[in-house]
């Protein structure tokens, strides 16, 4: 059997019917929930004056979510933040009974509402000011809430003492407006942890070079200056530890690299030339350094960074070297004759065991043969005389070194024995031949002492820049 075709028109007709008054429904029901909602309104704010607070003093509870650190700046001692301040309140004027008024909750906008300061601002008085014009939500008892985002800079004390490895406290302190209306208090309908603390951190995003570490609140006061009144404030506190990386890579690494490269001054040979060059390149290096820090860091006295003393402390050195160094060259290329304390100095200080081995090669033989007229003994050499198997009298310390002036014995004597002829029969020979004036004194020259003196340089300038790195560590990182 064959439908006719007035059949498919005829349903056709049904289901737009069927539409239309599921359309109509839908619309009266929107327009129901509007209607009741213009009642409300109309109801509410028939004598409502927003200029008047609900009552006085109004508690006001704050809970401020803590979204994002954009910059903690030491050198400013600043800290740009982003955040959402969340108000909430009681208006009994704004109650209604629901029953009466089927509305759950709706958002009003002449309606009165807290305001609150910023009184740590870097820009004055920053007031917490609804700039993106949001409304705030009533409920039917008359809790209002209103969700205010806010973008600030705040004074923030720093202590840079242990920078990189310095941690900082900043705090947002608020105050509500005016004074003796408002009673700012903490609170939060989230989660009972958050009731008692009034700060939310869930949605933090983090920061690259710092990280929190830890957060709280406080509740203080403080006089207002016209009044008298004691103005009740909220205080949100946020400690940071700083990422050190970046900082440990190029800042300390290099500052303890160079450190040692001071003491390699006394170590390159007179003859080279570059020795001044070299150590003013360091310093020079140094200086850089010692710039670019003092551009991350404040201009204030109170609490000097060790790292920028400790590069202070390195230039300084490396100026000291500087001038000890062109004291040396200078001294290598005198060709008067040397005083006779200098030579006093010399030999007293241990100059076998100071002077290098590139520098010990004229100064035992002149030294001995000048010292055999007077001691009437007898010059022997320590390899030689082991290599042609007689014995000596020697000192350890003086092995392989140069010709001693000692007698000659059947056998190797006790350690004992050749300690108290060392002492009795060699030292006074050193003396003799220092004091005696005469044309076979010892001739020490001046080449001779500037290597004393790059010898004595290395090992103090090395204990100091060792002592001074195991103490910039152990402060900075305690």
């Not at 170590?267 to 080279?272: K, Q, S």
């Not at 100071?354 to 033989?365: A, D, G, M, V």
């Not at 009437?376 to 042609?388: E, G």
């Not at 059947?410 to 108290?420: L, Q, V």
């Amino acid at each position: 059997m064959t439908s006719r075709p007035w059949d498919s028109v005829t349903s056709w007709k049904y289901v737009t019917l069927v539409l239309l008054i599921l359309m109509s429904k839908l619309s009266f029901g929107l327009n129901a929930t509007y209607i009741e909602e213009q009642k409300l309104w109309s109801f509410l704010l028939q004598d409502y004056n927003i200029d008047i607070p609900p009552s006085r003093p109004l508690s006001v509870s704050v809970t401020f979510s803590f979204r994002a650190l954009v910059e903690l700046d030491i050198a400013k001692q600043k800290m740009v933040f982003g955040g959402i301040f969340v108000f909430t309140w009681n208006d009994p004027r704004l109650s209604w009974n629901v029953s009466q008024y089927p509305v759950r909750m709706t958002r009003m906008t002449k309606v009165w509402r807290p305001v609150f300061i910023i009184i740590n601002s870097l820009a004055g008085t920053q007031w917490i000011w609804n700039e993106f014009n949001m409304v705030p939500l009533a409920l039917p008892n008359g809790n209002m809430f209103l969700e205010i985002p806010a973008y600030s800079e705040c004074k923030c004390d720093v202590n840079p003492s242990l920078f990189p490895f310095d941690e900082q406290i900043c705090a947002v302190e608020i105050i509500g407006w005016p004074i003796e209306t408002i009673y700012p208090s903490f609170g939060n309908q989230q989660t009972p942890d958050d009731n008692a603390t009034g700060l939310d951190i869930v949605t933090y995003t983090g920061n690259g070079e710092w990280k929190l570490i830890d957060y709280g609140t406080r509740n203080t006061s403080i006089e207002y200056c016209c009044s008298g009144q004691r103005a009740p404030t909220l205080t949100f506190f946020f400690k940071f530890k700083r990422l050190n990386e970046f900082y440990m890579v190029n800042f300390i690494l290099p500052s303890v690299a160079m450190s040692v490269l001071v003491v390699w001054t006394f170590i390159l040979p007179v003859e080279t030339g570059e020795r001044v060059s070299y150590s003013l390149t360091i310093m020079l290096s140094y200086t850089v350094l010692l710039t670019l820090l003092s551009s991350l860091l404040p201009s204030a006295s109170i609490n000097m960074p060790y790292i920028a003393i400790y590069l202070l402390g390195i230039m300084l050195l490396c100026a000291l070297g500087t001038s000890l160094t062109a004291l040396s060259v200078h001294l290598y290329h005198r060709r008067d004759p040397v005083p006779i304390w200098i030579k006093r100095l010399c030999c007293r200080s241990g100059s076998s065991q100071i002077i290098p081995k590139r520098s010990r090669k004229e100064l035992p033989y002149s030294f001995a043969n000048d010292c055999d007229a007077k001691s009437n003994t007898k010059k022997v050499n320590i390899n030689r005389s082991w290599q042609q198997g007689r014995s000596v009298q020697y000192h350890p310390t003086w092995k392989n070194t140069f010709p001693l002036v000692l007698p000659i014995s059947k056998k190797i004597p006790s350690y004992a024995a050749r300690t108290r002829a060392r002492k009795a029969h060699t030292i006074k020979t050193f003396d003799i031949c220092i004091d005696d004036d005469s044309d076979n004194h010892a001739k020490i020259s001046w080449s001779e002492v500037s290597v004393n003196l790059d010898f004595v340089c290395f090992w103090v300038f090395l204990v100091i820049v060792v002592c001074s790195n195991i103490v910039l560590f152990v402060l900075i990182t305690r």
